[in-house]
């Protein structure tokens, strides 16, 4: 199944399996993990880096986003990745977003000694001088301001836990009364609310077996399932949507990274970060 995914991953007429990984990154502020998970990505299809920057909208902008487009841009500046081309054609838009502000200030000025690969290429492919490109910028950096996404109803839907806490307390935002689902070492547990919900961390990946422990406890509405690590082969079923705080060897529909960060949290607005 791996094999098949890979193939996917792989051809050029079929969407990457792991898109919806890729547009959600933009609301971590976790650059290392970010990173890891595009290197990941990669090495099964080798324009990920382009279809990462690409799929940043300007509601997505943050405090963040021009780091983690400066390590984007470090990383991938080569021309087979295409990311500098992308970069240089995007600061041609004669309307600015708060996409071309972050952008010029990934860049940075002509002084720094970490954009050495790539603040030259970049005004090469614009065909600027110095002193023209500085002013260029210049004039970027102040364009629009970084903006929040609008606030949307919460959807109903279940959580599950899997054999670890997320917070010291975890709640469900879609409704007191939907309990949350726990899953340690294999024994589920419902509770209105998760204090510290199990003893210890298990490093375990979620396996396509262990749907089988949730399935049972599914009501109606979608349940969004938080776990460490997700193994190979795991197709998620419908109504479910897996999320993965550390890392993941699947990238298939419905897994998406886990984000808890001071403006969004999958565990709060999931469905408000995600395409339905």
Not at 51 to 62: H, R, T, Y
Not at 99 to 123: C, D, P, Q, S, V
Not at 138 to 167: A, C, H, M, Q, W
């Amino acid at each position: 199944m791996f094999s098949y995914i890979s193939s996917l991953m792989s051809s050029p007429k079929v969407e990457p399996s792991g898109e919806q990984i890729l547009s959600m990154l933009w609301y971590s502020h976790k650059t290392e993990k970010i990173m890891k998970i595009i290197e990941k990505l990669t090495k099964l299809r080798e324009n990920t880096p382009l279809l990462f920057i690409k799929s940043l909208k300007p509601c997505q902008v943050g405090s963040t986003t021009p780091e983690i487009l400066k390590q984007l841009l470090t990383n991938y500046n080569a021309p087979k990745w295409g990311v500098c081309k992308w970069v240089a054609d995007y600061l041609k838009q004669i309307t600015p977003t708060p996409i071309t502000t972050a952008l010029a200030i990934a860049i940075g000025t002509e002084k720094a000694t970490w954009n050495k690969e790539f603040y030259h290429k970049i005004r090469v492919l614009l065909s600027m001088e110095m002193g023209q490109w500085r002013k260029f910028l210049n004039e970027k950096r102040k364009g629009p301001e970084f903006v929040t996404i609008d606030k949307k109803p919460v959807k109903r839907y279940s959580i599950g836990l899997f054999n670890e806490p997320v917070d010291l307390v975890t709640l469900n935002p879609s409704g007191m009364d939907v309990p949350i689902v726990t899953c340690y070492k294999k024994n589920i547990t419902k509770n209105k609310h998760c204090r510290t919900p199990i003893e210890i961390p298990l490093d375990i990946p979620f396996q396509q077996s262990d749907f089988h422990s949730f399935i049972a406890e599914k009501k109606a509405e979608p349940m969004v399932i938080i776990t460490k690590n997700i193994g190979k082969d795991v197709i998620v079923p419908d109504g479910f949507y897996l999320l993965f705080v550390n890392d993941t060897d699947s990238f298939g529909k419905g897994i998406y990274p886990y984000i808890s960060n001071k403006n969004y949290c999958s565990r709060r607005n999931f469905f408000e970060m995600i395409d339905e």
